[in-house]
C-alpha cells in the first residue's frame, strides 16, 4: 500500500474538466416542513394517488477508511406525504445491510433520523422516531440483514421524511438506485462520486430519460489510515482523479403491476454498478469473472458442480434395475427423469446452489430446483448419458445479463441432456411436465449452459406456439331445447394448468368452474378429460349439454357460449412498460347449429378479418354464414410475437377491444310466421 500511495502522490495534478454542473436543486431538504407543504390534497401526476413521495434522493462516495483500504459511504433522504390510510405501508421503511460469510464484518446504519409531521390547528407538530427503542433487525440470509421500522404517529395527511448513513467496506456493494416505485415520485435523485482507480460497470434500465444527466471530473484528496501497525497509527494522503455523476428525474410516474408482466423489476427505472476491476495507479486486478471462468469455478464447486461427474456408485442401487431393458439412451433418460420427477418433492422454485449433498438429497426425496435437477444430471451421468446444468432465471425473478456474469441475476438450474444429437432440456421440479418440456416461467431470455464452452443459449417466449381449438355443435333436443357438444384440445401450458386443478380438487371441481364460464343456465352431460397421464401432450375435454334458454319468440344466442373473451385483459389506459406474454397464442373456435324448427335467422354478426398491424403480427378473423338451416362460424386469433414495447400499447389493447366487442355480437333469431 505504501508503494501505491508513493505511485499516486507522483502524478500530476491533472485536472479534467466537464460540462457545467445544473443549478437545479432538489425541491426540499430535511427538516424544512411548512404548513403550505400540506395544501396538496391531490397531485396533478396522479389523482389517484395514496401517498406521493416528494423526494427521494441518494448519493455515494468511496473515501479512505481506517483499514488501509477503501470503504463506501451512502447516504439516502425521503420525503413522502401520505394522502389516505391506504398509503400507510409508506411508514413502513427496511433498510438491508450486507454481511461477510463469517460475520467478521458487516454494513453499519449510521445517523438515523426519522420524523412524523402533522397539521394540527394550523401549526406543524413533529413527532421523532425513537431510534434506540424502535429500530428491529432481522435476519434475511446468512449475508443480509435487515434494520426496520414504522413512523410513529401517521394519520391521513402526514408527510413523513427519513434520512441515515450506510458506512461499508464492500466495495462490490455500490448501492443501486430505484428512480421508479409504486407511488408517484416528484424528484428522484442519485449521485455518485467514484476515484478512477475503482472501475465499476453501469447497468441501466427502464423507459425514461434522464431529466438531468451530467458528470464532472476533479481531483480531490484521500485520506487513508493503518491502524493495525504495532507502533501509532500511520495517516497518508493523496489526490487523485474523480468523476461526479448526477442523475434526476422528475414527476415520475408509480410503477403497477398490470397484466402479461414478467416482473416489475425488468422495467423499474433504475441504475445498478458492478465492481469490474482496480485501476492504475492500483495494481490491476480484475474483480468481474468471465463466463468461461465462471463456469469452470462452478463446475469444481462443491456447493454445484463437482459431485456431478465422480463415480457416484451408490447411485447404482437405483439406476440399473430402472434401466434394465432399455432398449437406447433415449428410453433410459425418460426412465430417471420419469423417476426423479414422480419421487422427489421439490422444496423451492428458487436456488442456483446444493446445500446438502447428491446422497442425502435422493435419501430424503426432498430439495429445491438446483438440487433435484443436478441430481437428475448425476444420474443421466452414472447411465452414460451427456448432461449438463444450466443456469437461468425466471420470468419473476427478471432478466439476465448476456455479456457480465453477474450470479444473482440467476435462481433456477434445469438440465440440458444430449441424446442422439439433439438437446432435451430437463426440469424434474415440476410434477407432471413432460420430458423435454419445461414451464413457460423458464422462458425468459438468456440462459448459460454450465459445460467447458460456457454455452450461451435463448431461451425465447416467442418460440412459444399455445394453440388452442374448440368446437361446438348446436341443435334442438327431442323436447324441443337446445343441446350440443364440445370438443376442445387446450395448448398445452393450459392442458399442464388443468392437470394441475384436477389432481388438486378433482374433476368434479373443475367441471363446476367450466358451468360458471357460460354465464347461463347449463346441464353437462358426460363430461370427459382424456390424455390427462400422456405429460407430453395437451389433454381433450368432451361433454355434451343442454342449455337453459327458453323458446320465445326472438332467440339471442352468442355463439361464442362462454368461450371468447369477455372483458379486455389490457384495461389500464395507458402502460409505461413493455407488455410480455408467456407465449404465442392460436386459437381457434369453431360453432356449428342447426336452426331449430319454426325459426328463421333474423340478424347474423357481420364477418370480418382484421390485421393488428401492417406487419400481421396479431390477426383476429370472425366467420359466419348461414346455409340450408345450419348456421356455421369460425373465429381465429393469432398474435405471433410475445413482447409489445410501450408505444405499441395502444395497439394491442384496441386490437382486443375489437375481439372482445365481436365476440359478444349475437344471432338472433324469430318465429316464422
Same mark, same amino acid.
Given at each position: 500500500?505504501?508503494?501505491?500511495?508513493?505511485?499516486?502522490?507522483?502524478?500530476?495534478?491533472?485536472?479534467?474538466?466537464?460540462?457545467?454542473?445544473?443549478?437545479?436543486?432538489?425541491?426540499?431538504?430535511?427538516?424544512?416542513?411548512?404548513?403550505?407543504?400540506?395544501?396538496?390534497?391531490?397531485?396533478?401526476?396522479?389523482?389517484?394517488?395514496?401517498?406521493?413521495?416528494?423526494?427521494?434522493?441518494?448519493?455515494?462516495?468511496?473515501?479512505?477508511?481506517?483499514?488501509?483500504?477503501?470503504?463506501?459511504?451512502?447516504?439516502?433522504?425521503?420525503?413522502?406525504?401520505?394522502?389516505?390510510?391506504?398509503?400507510?405501508?409508506?411508514?413502513?421503511?427496511?433498510?438491508?445491510?450486507?454481511?461477510?460469510?463469517?460475520?467478521?464484518?458487516?454494513?453499519?446504519?449510521?445517523?438515523?433520523?426519522?420524523?412524523?409531521?402533522?397539521?394540527?390547528?394550523?401549526?406543524?407538530?413533529?413527532?421523532?422516531?425513537?431510534?434506540?427503542?424502535?429500530?428491529?433487525?432481522?435476519?434475511?440470509?446468512?449475508?443480509?440483514?435487515?434494520?426496520?421500522?414504522?413512523?410513529?404517529?401517521?394519520?391521513?395527511?402526514?408527510?413523513?421524511?427519513?434520512?441515515?448513513?450506510?458506512?461499508?467496506?464492500?466495495?462490490?456493494?455500490?448501492?443501486?438506485?430505484?428512480?421508479?416505485?409504486?407511488?408517484?415520485?416528484?424528484?428522484?435523485?442519485?449521485?455518485?462520486?467514484?476515484?478512477?482507480?475503482?472501475?465499476?460497470?453501469?447497468?441501466?434500465?427502464?423507459?425514461?430519460?434522464?431529466?438531468?444527466?451530467?458528470?464532472?471530473?476533479?481531483?480531490?484528496?484521500?485520506?487513508?489510515?493503518?491502524?493495525?501497525?504495532?507502533?501509532?497509527?500511520?495517516? +497518508? $494522503?493523496? %489526490? &487523485?482523479?474523480?468523476? /461526479?455523476?448526477?442523475?434526476?428525474?422528475?414527476?415520475?410516474?408509480?410503477?403497477? =403491476?398490470? *397484466?402479461?408482466?414478467?416482473?416489475?423489476?425488468?422495467?423499474?427505472?433504475?441504475?445498478?454498478?458492478?465492481?469490474?476491476?482496480?485501476?492504475?495507479?492500483?495494481?490491476?486486478?480484475?474483480?468481474?469473472?468471465?463466463?468461461?471462468?465462471?463456469?469452470?469455478d462452478l463446475l469444481h464447486a462443491e456447493y454445484f458442480g463437482n459431485s456431478l461427474d465422480k463415480n457416484n456408485g451408490w447411485l447404482g442401487d437405483v439406476i440399473n434395475?430402472?434401466?434394465?431393458?432399455?432398449?437406447?439412451?433415449?428410453?433410459?433418460?425418460?426412465?430417471?427423469?420419469?423417476?426423479?420427477?414422480?419421487?422427489?418433492?421439490? +422444496? $423451492?422454485? %428458487? &436456488?442456483?446452489?446444493? /446445500?446438502?449433498?447428491?446422497?442425502?438429497?435422493?435419501?430424503?426425496?426432498?430439495? =429445491?430446483? *438446483?438440487?433435484?435437477?443436478?441430481?437428475?444430471?448425476?444420474?443421466?451421468?452414472?447411465?452414460?448419458?451427456?448432461?449438463?446444468?444450466?443456469?437461468?432465471?425466471?420470468?419473476?425473478?427478471?432478466?439476465?445479463?448476456?455479456?457480465?456474469?453477474?450470479?444473482?441475476?440467476?435462481?433456477?438450474?434445469?438440465?440440458?441432456?444430449?441424446?442422439?444429437?439433439?438437446?432435451?432440456?430437463?426440469?424434474?421440479?415440476?410434477?407432471?411436465?413432460?420430458?423435454?418440456?419445461?414451464?413457460?416461467?423458464?422462458?425468459?431470455?438468456?440462459?448459460?449452459?454450465?459445460?467447458?464452452?460456457?454455452?450461451?443459449?435463448?431461451?425465447?417466449?416467442?418460440?412459444?406456439?399455445?394453440?388452442?381449438?374448440?368446437?361446438?355443435?348446436?341443435?334442438?333436443?327431442?323436447?324441443?331445447?337446445?343441446?350440443?357438444?364440445?370438443?376442445?384440445?387446450?395448448?398445452?401450458?393450459?392442458?399442464?394448468?388443468?392437470?394441475?386443478?384436477?389432481?388438486?380438487?378433482?374433476?368434479?371441481?373443475?367441471?363446476?368452474?367450466?358451468?360458471?364460464?357460460?354465464?347461463?343456465?347449463?346441464?353437462?352431460?358426460?363430461?370427459?378429460?382424456?390424455?390427462?397421464?400422456?405429460?407430453?401432450?395437451?389433454?381433450?375435454?368432451?361433454?355434451?349439454?343442454?342449455?337453459?334458454?327458453?323458446?320465445?319468440?326472438?332467440?339471442?344466442?352468442?355463439?361464442?357460449?362462454?368461450?371468447?373473451?369477455?372483458?379486455?385483459?389490457?384495461?389500464?389506459?395507458?402502460?409505461?412498460?413493455?407488455?410480455?406474454?408467456?407465449?404465442?397464442?392460436?386459437?381457434?373456435?369453431?360453432?356449428?347449429?342447426?336452426?331449430?324448427?319454426?325459426?328463421?335467422?333474423?340478424?347474423?354478426?357481420?364477418?370480418?378479418?382484421?390485421?393488428?398491424?401492417?406487419?400481421?403480427?396479431?390477426?383476429?378473423?370472425?366467420?359466419?354464414?348461414?346455409?340450408?338451416?345450419?348456421?356455421?362460424?369460425?373465429?381465429?386469433?393469432?398474435?405471433?410475437?410475445?413482447?409489445?414495447?410501450?408505444?405499441?400499447?395502444?395497439?394491442?389493447?384496441?386490437?382486443?377491444?375489437?375481439?372482445?366487442?365481436?365476440?359478444?355480437?349475437?344471432?338472433?333469431?324469430?318465429?316464422?310466421?
Amino acid at each position: 500500500m505504501k508503494q501505491l500511495l508513493f505511485v499516486i502522490l507522483c502524478i500530476s495534478n491533472l485536472q479534467i474538466f466537464a460540462q457545467k454542473p445544473s443549478v437545479q436543486k432538489p425541491p426540499v431538504k430535511y427538516g424544512d416542513v411548512s404548513e403550505k407543504d400540506f395544501a396538496t390534497k391531490v397531485y396533478t401526476i396522479d389523482s389517484n394517488a395514496n401517498a406521493v413521495v416528494v423526494a427521494d434522493i441518494g448519493s455515494s462516495e468511496i473515501a479512505g477508511n481506517s483499514k488501509n483500504w477503501f470503504s463506501l459511504e451512502f447516504k439516502h433522504y425521503k420525503r413522502v406525504h401520505i394522502l389516505n390510510k391506504n398509503g400507510y405501508d409508506e411508514a413502513n421503511v427496511s433498510i438491508r445491510l450486507y454481511n461477510s460469510d463469517n460475520n467478521s464484518s458487516e454494513e453499519v446504519l449510521d445517523k438515523l433520523k426519522a420524523v412524523t409531521y402533522n397539521l394540527e390547528n394550523g401549526k406543524v407538530v413533529e413527532t421523532k422516531l425513537d431510534v434506540k427503542a424502535n429500530v428491529f433487525k432481522d435476519k434475511l440470509s446468512k449475508n443480509w440483514v435487515e434494520k426496520k421500522f414504522t413512523f410513529p404517529n401517521v394519520k391521513e395527511g402526514s408527510i413523513i421524511e427519513y434520512e441515515y448513513t450506510v458506512l461499508s467496506d464492500f466495495l462490490f456493494n455500490l448501492q443501486p438506485w430505484a428512480f421508479q416505485e409504486g407511488y408517484p415520485i416528484l424528484w428522484s435523485e442519485y449521485n455518485l462520486r467514484l476515484p478512477e482507480f475503482f472501475g465499476y460497470v453501469f447497468l441501466t434500465q427502464g423507459y425514461r430519460q434522464y431529466d438531468i444527466n451530467e458528470r464532472k471530473d476533479s481531483r480531490i484528496d484521500f485520506k487513508i489510515q493503518d491502524s493495525h501497525t504495532a507502533g501509532a497509527t500511520e495517516n +497518508t $494522503s493523496f %489526490s &487523485a482523479n474523480v468523476t /461526479d455523476y448526477r442523475w434526476v428525474m422528475k414527476s415520475v410516474p408509480a410503477l403497477k =403491476t398490470e *397484466a402479461f408482466t414478467s416482473t416489475l423489476k425488468n422495467h423499474i427505472a433504475k441504475i445498478e454498478f458492478q465492481l469490474s476491476e482496480y485501476r492504475y495507479p492500483l495494481q490491476f486486478r480484475a474483480i468481474m469473472s468471465t463466463w468461461a471462468k465462471v463456469s469452470e469455478d462452478l463446475l469444481h464447486a462443491e456447493y454445484f458442480g463437482n459431485s456431478l461427474d465422480k463415480n457416484n456408485g451408490w447411485l447404482g442401487d437405483v439406476i440399473n434395475p430402472l434401466i434394465a431393458g432399455a432398449k437406447d439412451n433415449l428410453e433410459k433418460a425418460r426412465r430417471i427423469y420419469t423417476y426423479v420427477r414422480d419421487n422427489l418433492t421439490c +422444496t $423451492s422454485h %428458487s &436456488a442456483v446452489e446444493l /446445500d446438502q449433498s447428491l446422497k442425502n438429497i435422493l435419501k430424503s426425496r426432498n430439495g =429445491t430446483v *438446483a438440487e433435484i435437477n443436478l441430481l437428475l444430471i448425476a444420474m443421466l451421468k452414472y447411465a452414460n448419458i451427456q448432461a449438463d446444468p444450466v443456469i437461468l432465471s425466471t420470468r419473476s425473478h427478471g432478466y439476465t445479463n448476456s455479456i457480465y456474469p453477474i450470479m444473482d441475476k440467476f435462481n433456477y438450474v434445469i438440465c440440458d441432456a444430449g441424446i442422439n444429437d439433439q438437446n432435451y432440456f430437463l426440469d424434474a421440479s415440476e410434477p407432471r411436465l413432460g420430458f423435454g418440456k419445461l414451464t413457460d416461467a423458464c422462458y425468459n431470455g438468456h440462459a448459460r449452459i454450465i459445460n467447458a464452452f460456457a454455452t450461451p443459449i435463448e431461451f425465447s417466449a416467442d418460440s412459444l406456439i399455445e394453440k388452442k381449438t374448440t368446437s361446438i355443435l348446436l341443435a334442438t333436443g327431442d323436447k324441443g331445447e337446445l343441446k350440443g357438444s364440445l370438443q376442445q384440445r387446450p395448448g398445452y401450458y393450459e392442458s399442464h394448468d388443468i392437470r394441475d386443478k384436477v389432481k388438486e380438487k378433482g374433476k368434479d371441481e373443475f367441471f363446476k368452474e367450466v358451468k360458471k364460464s357460460y354465464g347461463q343456465d347449463i346441464e353437462l352431460i358426460n363430461p370427459h378429460i382424456d390424455s390427462i397421464n400422456n405429460l407430453e401432450e395437451s389433454i381433450d375435454i368432451g361433454y355434451e349439454f343442454k342449455l337453459g334458454q327458453e323458446k320465445e319468440d326472438i332467440m339471442y344466442i352468442n355463439p361464442m357460449l362462454g368461450n371468447g373473451y369477455k372483458e379486455n385483459p389490457f384495461k389500464s389506459a395507458e402502460r409505461f412498460y413493455p407488455v410480455e406474454m408467456p407465449y404465442t397464442i392460436d386459437q381457434t373456435y369453431v360453432f356449428s347449429m342447426i336452426i331449430p324448427e319454426g325459426y328463421v335467422v333474423d340478424e347474423l354478426p357481420k364477418q370480418i378479418s382484421a390485421k393488428m398491424n401492417e406487419e400481421g403480427d396479431g390477426k383476429f378473423e370472425y366467420l359466419i354464414a348461414e346455409s340450408g338451416g345450419n348456421i356455421s362460424m369460425r373465429s381465429r386469433i393469432q398474435l405471433k410475437r410475445t413482447f409489445y414495447a410501450p408505444d405499441e400499447y395502444d395497439m394491442l389493447r384496441e386490437f382486443f377491444n375489437f375481439i372482445v366487442t365481436k365476440q359478444a355480437e349475437q344471432i338472433v333469431l324469430k318465429k316464422k310466421k
